[in-house]
């Protein structure tokens, strides 16, 4: 049985799919043959173009991801993906999209012949299979966990037997949609290693404070149990509340085996810890992984909710490797962050655990939201105001987009399709008007969010142009980016 897998993607958005490289290797350990479709070293023209605007400061590198596609030829999705198939000639098509990249992978599909089923799984084939399954050319959805259903789905098209009572699965039948029962979830001990083969192998491209490493993302734990309104998992634990404990993680034995495996087999030494809080763990547990990753010399940079940090277990990830930590702010004003996101923890909670991260000499940078429910421009500023406080070494900023499932969604009752029927891009969030600023405000808060950080407040003025569109604003906007990466290098 020969299965491709379709990762729809962004133009060198670098970073192995965990999902698809776990689904690959249980396949191959099955005696299935794979392969994938990788939209994200696709050099169509329009991608291409869109490459060259960076967002954000980086420092510069002995050579960089444009170096690495440079020779690189340009061709269509299309062309592209038809050459993919008549070459591997696949007998199942598998598709893992989240719900941004979930139009444009299905049309790309229209553009081909097809010579086999398409099955979609993922994030939004979970919240909303219906919405999938009366989509074309999909035949067949995964809700949930895929690695059980996808294996037994394959052994019944290998053998022509019928697939109909498969768990997890979802299929049209004539008009019909039928979606199946969920099944328990995997005990993630029981999962092979990360099929990293698999993927174009410039997705361990890994720079990191101007130096060069191998790495990816890597993943010990499902599930979250946090109810932040932004985010999906609260719908997901309810869809699969039969299946077992919903926020679960493997056994620091068997991190342990498969990083010092992917260290050897792909010279990774630099990972990030794709866990939605690595804090979530115990502390029996963090030094358990401690004292198995600390004599594997990795490099890792992880994900921190300021609710659950302390003393102990920061030094214990300072122990194991850690290097670096993105801390959840999301909004400076205490209200919002309560109120509207569901984030319980002060801006008190939050200045603590950010010095005890930067005491243990771990590099900070912080996740912080705009566009928000009622939100101001002022309000905006509370947020900067917060993060220029903090003293972190790098900001991360994003416009609040009302997925499917999340409260946010069904408190606001968002349609995320336009008129045409198209899922609203995530890069035009700012359309969906939730806060108090029009669109085109936010968009502008956006770009210019950590210059108001890491410049001084008599840059402002400049700061402000630099929010509006066109030439003039755009070369202030480089100017500025560039007294900032100035500024680092000294």
């Given amino acids: 049985m020969k299965i491709l897998f379709i990762y729809p993607n962004d133009y060198l958005n670098i970073g192995i799919a965990s999902g698809i ?21 696709v050099k169509t023209r329009q991608a291409n173009d869109s490459a060259t605007v960076e967002q954000g400061i980086y420092l510069p590198t002995p050579y960089s991801l444009a170096d690495l596609v440079a020779a690189d030829p340009a061709q269509s999705l299309s062309a592209a993906l038809t050459e993919k198939l008549g070459r591997f000639k696949p007998d199942l098509i598998a598709v893992s999209a989240m719900t941004g990249y979930l139009d444009e992978v299905l049309l790309l599909l229209q553009t081909v012949s097809l ?20 989509r074309e050319p999909v035949d067949l959805v995964c809700v949930g966990e895929g690695e059980g259903p996808l294996l037994e789905l394959c052994d019944c098209l290998a053998g022509g037997r019928d697939y109909s009572k498969i768990k997890n699965l979802g299929f049209k039948q004539g008009k019909n949609i039928h979606i199946n029962e969920s099944r328990p ?22 720079p990191f404070m101007g130096k060069i490493y191998r790495g990816s993302f890597y993943v010990m734990s499902r599930g979250c149990p946090g109810q932040c309104t ?16 919903y926020f679960r993680y493997q056994s620091p034995a068997t991190t342990i085996k498969q990083l010092a495996f ?12 794709a866990d939605d809080s690595i804090m979530l763990f115990n502390e029996d547990y963090l030094e358990e992984l401690a004292r198995g990753l600390k004599p594997l010399g990795i490099q890792f940079g992880c994900s921190v909710r300021p609710e659950t940090a302390n003393k102990r277990k920061v030094q214990l990830l300072k122990e194991m490797g850690c290097v670096a930590a993105t801390v959840g702010v999301e909004s400076g004003n205490e ?16 200045e603590k655990t950010i010095v005890i991260l930067q005491e243990a000499g771990i590099r900070v940078s912080t996740f912080n939201m705009i566009g928000l429910p009622g939100e101001t421009r002022k309000n905006v500023f509370e947020t900067i105001a917060l993060n220029r406080g903090l003293g972190v070494e790098a900001v991360n900023a994003y416009i609040v987009y009302p997925y499917p499932g999340t409260a946010i969604n069904k408190k606001y009752n968002i349609n995320i399709r336009d008129r045409q029927g198209k899922i609203i891009p995530v890069e035009q969030a700012s359309n969906f008007a939730l806060s108090a600023m029009p669109p085109r405000e936010v968009d502008g808060l956006l770009k210019t969010f950590d210059l108001y950080i890491k410049l001084p407040k008599e840059k402002w003025p400049l700061i402000k142009r630099a929010e509006g569109s066109g030439r003039q604003a755009e070369k202030m906007l480089a100017t500025l980016r560039e007294q900032v990466l100035a500024s680092i290098k000294r």
Avoid at 231 to 239: A, D, Q, T, Y
């Fill in 115 to 134: 010579p086999c089923p398409v099955i979609v799984g993922g994030v939004h084939a979970t919240i909303s299979p219906q919405d999938v399954l009366q």
């Fill in 185 to 206: 979830f995997v005990d993630l001990n029981d999962l092979p290693v990360p099929d990293w083969s698999l993927f174009d192998q410039r997705h361990l491209f890994r």
């Fill in 262 to 273: 992917l260290k050897k087999q792909y010279g990774a030494t630099w990972f990030k810890f």
């Fill in 21 to 41: 490289a776990t689904l690959s290797a249980v396949l191959k350990q099955a005696g299935h043959e794979v392969d994938l479709f990788d939209f994200t070293f």
């Fill in 335 to 350: 209200r919002i962050r309560k109120k509207i996101l569901n984030r319980h923890m002060s801006n008190q909670q939050i």
């Fill in 230 to 245: 932004y985010c999906v998992n609260g719908s997901i634990r309810e869809i699969l509340k039969n299946c077992g404990h």
